[in-house]
């Protein structure tokens, strides 16, 4: 009874204390980035096929947005 509750209790004060602040630390470095490398340009790749070019920072503005879904998740 106490084991179980005591290790909800721990996994949620992990998650409010160290996940959460975390994922927000990563998603404002990649979106950062993707501020950074808007100006550059690179060849797109679908299913290991060259695709319609994009910008480096929109590869890495996607990547912040899956942290961002991923912090949700996790709230």
Do not use: C
């Not at 179980?4 to 950062?32: C, F, T, V, Y």
């Amino acid at each position: 009874d106490v084991i179980p509750a005591a290790i909800h209790i721990s996994a949620a004060e992990e998650l409010k204390n160290r996940l959460i602040p975390a994922l927000e630390r990563l998603q404002g470095a990649l979106e950062a980035k993707a501020k950074e490398f808007w100006h550059i340009i690179k060849i797109g790749r679908t299913h290991l096929m060259d695709a319609t070019p994009i910008r480096l920072g929109q590869e890495f503005s996607g990547y912040a947005q899956q942290v961002a879904y991923a912090k949700d998740r996790a709230q």
